[in-house]
């Protein structure tokens, strides 16, 4: 069973374009993450949610915006992309308490803005 | 800001011997964690160290944990080909509500 699964793996689109990646996670957690990891393998967190609340809000583009539907699902939108968006984007996910435990990650969706 | 570094930034060995990689942090934390992450795939966590912990094992992993050097090490024994990926500390800083800020990896590379 896979814990925590994305959709796509691979986006190859142009600039401008709006697309969205979905994450889904099936082990009860009630906090989920969005990871941007550069070329140079730079982990950087974007957004956090809990319990379907936005706890963490980095210094990211207002064109990416996150949507939680309910706590099993945290998806990633971004509108008119760019060519530094191109990156391996990862869903994680982890317990919620007040400090952080493992987290579980996704595979990665590759995404590259021609 | 990046919290975490490790060194080396890659470290090529062969099989049977052992690895050890080291991870500098910035800030006091509530623990620190080490994850793989093997070519085109997720990260995958390999243990937690608490603060008031200054060491932990699991299999062929050893953690160490320095608070007063803000320093910590992974070392992996007799290590194999697949141990061969990228391994990253992340650390959870006090007061980062439940934030992991992860570092810039080392590439570990295997040679049967």
């Known amino acids: 069973d896979t814990a925590v699964s994305q959709t796509p793996k691979y986006l190859v689109t142009q600039m401008g374009n709006d697309k969205s990646i979905k994450c889904e996670q099936n082990?009860?957690?009630?906090?989920m993450y969005w990871y941007k990891q550069d070329s140079k393998k730079f982990l950087k967190i974007m957004f956090s949610?809990?319990?379907?609340?936005?706890?963490i809000n980095e210094t990211v583009p207002n064109r990416f915006s996150p949507k939680s539907p309910d706590k099993a699902h945290l998806n990633l939108h971004i509108n008119s992309l760019e060519l530094g968006d191109s990156a391996v984007y990862f869903c994680?996910?982890?317990?919620?308490?007040?400090?952080?435990?493992?987290?579980?990650f996704g595979p990665g969706t590759r995404l590259t803005v021609t | 800001s990046q919290q975490g570094e490790e060194d080396p930034q890659a470290l090529s060995i062969q099989e049977g011997e052992n690895a050890t990689m080291n991870c500098s942090y910035k800030?006091?934390?509530?623990?620190l964690q080490w994850y793989r992450q093997n070519s085109g795939r997720g990260l995958v966590h390999l243990i937690l160290?608490?603060?008031?912990?200054r060491e932990k094992h699991s299999g062929r992993l050893r953690v160490t944990l320095d608070t007063s050097k803000k320093s910590s090490s992974l070392l992996i024994t007799a290590s194999r080909a697949a141990d061969t990926a990228s391994y990253f500390c992340?650390?959870?800083?006090?007061?980062?509500?439940?934030?992991?800020?992860f570092g810039s990896g080392t590439q570990l590379t295997v040679l049967p």
């Open positions: 800030t006091s934390i509530n623990n």
């Open positions: 949610y809990n319990n379907k609340e936005l706890i």
């Open positions: 082990l009860g957690h009630d906090t």
């Open positions: 992340a650390t959870d800083a006090v007061g980062s509500a439940r934030q992991l800020t």
């Open positions: 160290i608490r603060s008031n912990e």
């Open positions: 994680a996910s982890s317990q919620g308490t007040p400090i952080a435990y493992e987290q579980y």
